[in-house]
């Protein structure tokens, strides 16, 4: 019995990937998107362009994060990274934006 076990040590092994993988997809996932946009924002011109990854925001006593944000002569771009699917609405006057992912929403305040 203990040597069947040994012998088939990768198996248990691609379980416990598995099961990590599927306790921390969402982590993992949002991690990828942010890396990769910002390795695709260090491909503009450093003359222009000033990029700002990860940043963290304290309002009245609230904090607020925020993926990358972009500054050049140009205007300035906040960049709210997302890997996975749904919608969300607001414009550059309101409060709030509303984020809708699959029927879950969620109001976001934005200053």
């Known amino acids: 019995m ?16 598995v099961f990590v993988y599927g306790l921390y997809k969402p982590k993992i996932k949002g991690i990828i ?3 990769t946009i910002s390795a695709f924002l260090t491909r503009l011109d450093p003359t222009k362009y000033k990029v700002i990854n990860d940043l963290m ?11 990358h944000v972009v500054v050049s ?10 890997n996975y699917r749904g919608w969300i609405y ?3 006057y309101g409060e709030s934006w ?12 934005i200053r």
Request: glycine fraction near 8%; aromatic fraction near 12%; charged fraction near 25%.
């Open 73 to 82: 002569n140009y205007g300035i771009f906040v960049i709210e990274t997302k």
């Open 33 to 35: 998107g942010e890396k």
């Open 57 to 67: 925001l304290r309002v009245d006593g609230k904090t607020s994060q925020i993926d």
């Open 98 to 109: 509303t984020q809708v992912i699959y029927k879950r929403k969620k109001n976001s305040l």
């Open 90 to 92: 607001g414009d550059e």
């Open 2 to 17: 203990t040597n069947a076990f040994l012998e088939l040590w990768y198996l248990w092994l691609l379980v416990l990937v």
